[in-house]
């Protein structure tokens, strides 16, 4: 069951339940094993309702930090290309109709804006001097 369904339900109308929700969705070993990266958790806690209590959102966050750790250390050189193109606004999922699409979009470039540095058509970005790189 996700949270929505436990909110629909009335589950939460219990202090204690929602005490007991929050504590699992934060427990550093059950998240450690569970192995998820912070995506799936930043994930439900876009799809919470309004209504879900804010222990169990904050419990959502802490578990997307606690997460990181799961996230595999990468050997050798790294490099990370950022596709700023209009297709990324566009949900992860695709359009999936009335309540399927999912509200996750592909990423922009925070600190650019989402802006390519090459000035004319055709010119490539130079990695080295992007801000973003």
Same mark, same amino acid.
């Given at each position: 069951?996700?949270?929505? /369904?436990?909110?629909?339900?009335?589950?939460?109308?219990?202090?204690?339940? #929602?005490?007991?929700?929050? @504590?699992?969705?934060? =427990?550093?070993?059950?998240?450690?094993?569970?192995?998820?990266?912070?995506?799936?958790?930043?994930?439900?806690?876009?799809?919470?309702? =309004?209504?879900?209590?804010? /222990?169990?959102?904050?419990?959502?966050?802490?578990?997307?930090?606690?997460?990181?750790?799961?996230? %595999?250390?990468?050997?050798?050189?790294?490099?990370?290309?950022? @596709? #700023?193109?209009?297709?990324?606004?566009?949900?992860? /999922?695709?359009?999936?109709?009335?309540?399927? /699409?999912?509200?996750?979009?592909?990423?922009?470039?925070?600190?650019?804006?989402?802006? @390519?540095?090459?000035?004319? %058509?055709?010119?490539?970005? =130079?990695? #080295?001097?992007?801000?973003?790189?």
């Amino acid at each position: 069951m996700n949270l929505n /369904t436990l909110q629909r339900h009335g589950v939460f109308q219990d202090v204690e339940m #929602v005490r007991y929700v929050a @504590d699992r969705l934060a =427990d550093e070993n059950e998240i450690r094993r569970s192995r998820q990266f912070p995506y799936q958790y930043f994930a439900a806690y876009l799809n919470v309702s =309004d209504e879900i209590p804010n /222990t169990i959102k904050a419990s959502l966050h802490k578990a997307a930090e606690i997460a990181c750790g799961n996230v %595999p250390e990468l050997p050798g050189p790294i490099v990370i290309g950022l @596709d #700023v193109s209009g297709s990324m606004q566009s949900a992860v /999922t695709g359009n999936c109709g009335r309540g399927a /699409t999912s509200k996750m979009r592909w990423g922009r470039c925070r600190p650019c804006g989402g802006s @390519d540095s090459a000035s004319q %058509p055709g010119q490539r970005r =130079d990695p #080295v001097r992007h801000p973003c790189v």
